[in-house]
């Protein structure tokens, strides 16, 4: 060897792709393809985060004491059990190289979350895919995977890329059938956008269980995608063993102003959430009103609808048209899904911009 080889796992990882932002011929556009708020940020986040440049000389909280008191006031947590990162990604990383490294398995869903299969390749741990059952986590097929190799299980709720939501009673069941020592981690990230009856338990279980840690960001219903504030909770054991690989001072003090104003902003919250759940339902019906052209809409409880084109027009053709017309949306061949385009539910005006433009590409 003439110069430093990297670790034969890493190699093997296929970097994730982000939701792009501009078209081919560089033209502007609608942005439809990374799951943003389509309002923007509350701007009693923006004032929060401007103020913050006053301390532009000083080191963060490295602690992030004021942030986790106000997510465990808002949710009626303990502070103490609450590890951040950039992202919720960093929390998934975290997560990993605390519970699983070279010889362990880590199983997720197929058509789950990118970032979970580079999370166990990056520690040396084998990727175990779940089949899952039309586009959504089966949780009998999850538990047929485990073995004795097994350290940690990742579920997004809602799943991204596809939306779909598994229900309470398969959480817990799920968790009652894990061994002790498997670590569930429940990727909340899109949770605010579920309904109140929809919820998981997954916090529940998190508070009174000790192999189940909850992450949740403030990049999506928050607005805060940019500043990459993300959060987790779980055992105070678990959250100590993570914290002792988390880089310091992992984001901004803005950040974390801005993320504790968003937190408080309760209207704007409401308002986004209202927003998707109507334009999501209008939009699934308009998709599903052209099933006689091949297309089809998966079930959504996320900020963003999956279209599956199943018919002569294919998902790639649809891609590149839409591009054409003025929309980027996210085609998800790197994820096994090269018939799916993934679409986020945007403005009135965005998204039945988009929905006219798949007419036309369709005939319909």
């Known amino acids: 060897m003439d110069a430093p080889v990297p670790n034969r796992w890493v190699m093997e990882i296929a970097p994730y792709v982000p939701g792009r932002?501009?078209?081919?011929?560089?033209?502007?556009?609608?942005?439809?393809?990374?799951?943003?708020?389509?309002?923007g940020t509350p701007e009693v986040a923006r004032a929060a985060f401007a103020a913050a440049a006053s301390q532009l000389e000083r080191y963060p909280d490295a602690s992030a004491a004021e942030l986790r008191e106000a997510i465990g006031a808002h949710y009626g947590l303990d502070p103490a059990r609450i590890i951040y990162g950039t992202g919720s990604d960093e929390v998934l990383h975290l997560a990993t190289g605390a519970y699983a490294g070279v010889g362990d398995e880590v199983i997720y869903v197929r058509y789950g979350f990118a970032v979970y299969d580079i999370a166990a390749r990056r520690v040396g741990a084998t990727p175990v895919v779940a089949p899952d059952t039309d586009?959504?986590?089966?949780?009998?097929?999850?538990?047929?995977?485990?073995?004795?190799?097994?350290?940690?299980?990742?579920?997004?709720?809602?799943?991204?890329?596809?939306g779909t939501y598994t229900p309470r009673a398969d959480i817990a069941r799920l968790h009652a059938a894990l061994p002790p020592h498997v670590l569930l981690v429940i990727d909340q990230a899109y949770t605010e956008y579920l309904d109140p009856e929809d919820d998981d338990g997954g916090l529940d279980l998190a508070r009174n269980t000790k192999n189940v840690l909850v992450t949740r960001t403030f990049s999506k219903i928050f607005g805060l995608a940019s500043e990459r504030v993300g959060w987790g909770y779980g055992a105070p054991e678990m959250i100590d063993a993570m914290h002792r690989i988390r880089a310091p001072f992992n984001f901004s003090t803005a950040a974390q102003k801005a993320a504790v104003a968003a937190l408080g902003d309760h209207a704007f919250v409401?308002?986004?959430?209202?927003h998707n759940r109507a334009w999501r339902g209008?939009?699934?019906?308009?998709?599903?009103?052209?099933?006689?052209?091949?297309?089809?809409?998966?079930?959504?409880?996320?900020?963003?609808?999956?279209?599956?084109?199943?018919?002569?027009?294919?998902?790639?053709?649809?891609?590149?048209?839409?591009?054409?017309?003025?929309?980027?949306?996210?085609?998800?061949?790197?994820?096994?899904?090269?018939?799916?385009?993934?679409?986020?539910i945007g403005t009135e005006d965005e998204i039945q911009g988009v929905a006219a433009a798949i007419r036309e590409i369709m005939g319909a």
């Not at 932002?21 to 309002?39: H, I």
């Not at 959504?136 to 538990?143: E, F, G, H, Y």
């Open 282 to 344: 209008w939009f699934a019906d308009q998709i599903e009103a052209m099933g006689n052209k091949g297309l089809r809409a998966v079930p959504s409880k996320a900020n963003f609808q999956l279209v599956l084109f199943e018919g002569e027009v294919t998902a790639e053709h649809a891609y590149k048209a839409l591009m054409e017309r003025g929309y980027i949306v996210r085609w998800l061949p790197g994820q096994g899904l090269p018939h799916g385009l993934r679409i986020t």
């Open 135 to 162: 586009y959504a986590s089966d949780v009998d097929a999850i538990l047929a995977c485990v073995t004795a190799r097994t350290k940690l299980i990742f579920i997004a709720n809602p799943n991204n890329p596809t």
């Open 21 to 39: 932002s501009t078209t081919d011929s560089g033209t502007k556009a609608v942005k439809l393809s990374s799951n943003e708020n389509p309002f």
């Open 270 to 274: 409401e308002r986004s959430y209202r």
